[in-house]
C-alpha cells in the first residue's frame, strides 16, 4: 500500500502545495490516507481508536479510494493538469511543476525566475529580492 510518505514528487508538490485546487471529496480521501498513515505507524492502541474517529466513510471517498493510493493519487495530479493547469507554478523553461505555488526554482532542471517576481503585469504582490 502507497503511504502519504511514499508518493512521487509530482504528487508530494500538489498534495502539499495546491491542496486548495483539489475538491471537497478530494481532501477528504486525502485526509483518509494521511489518519490511515499514522494509524499504520502508531503504537498506541488508544492512538488507534482516537484516529479512527477522523476517517470519513461516504461513498464517494470510497471510490475515490477504491483503486488504491496510488492510482488516487495519479488520477488527481492528471486532473489538476487537465483542468487547472493555469493555476498550477510550472516552470516556464521546462514546464515540471515546482515546489509550492510561489517558488522561482525549478526541482527538475534548476531554471530560476526570480528576477521576474513582482514584474509589473505580476498580481502577486511580490517583490524581487534585493
Not at 486525502?30 to 476517517?55: C, I, M, P, Y
Not at 502577486?124 to 534585493?130: E, F, L, T, V
Amino acid at each position: 500500500m502507497i503511504l502519504p510518505g511514499h508518493i512521487s514528487d509530482e504528487a508530494h508538490f500538489v498534495f502539499n502545495g495546491f491542496a486548495h485546487l483539489l475538491t471537497e471529496t478530494e481532501r477528504l480521501a486525502w485526509r483518509n490516507l494521511q489518519v490511515q498513515f499514522k494509524r499504520h505507524h502508531s503504537e498506541d492502541d488508544a492512538t488507534r481508536r482516537g484516529l479512527s474517529n477522523w476517517l470519513h466513510h461516504s461513498p464517494e471517498v470510497g471510490a475515490l479510494l477504491a483503486d488504491g493510493p496510488e492510482r488516487f493519487y495519479r488520477r488527481v495530479v492528471r486532473r489538476l493538469y487537465d483542468e487547472r493547469r493555469a493555476d498550477l507554478n510550472l516552470c516556464p523553461k521546462c514546464g515540471s511543476l515546482c515546489r509550492t505555488p510561489e517558488a522561482c526554482l525549478c526541482p527538475a532542471c534548476n531554471h530560476t525566475w526570480y528576477h521576474l517576481r513582482g514584474a509589473p503585469n505580476d498580481s502577486s504582490g511580490i517583490q524581487p529580492p534585493p
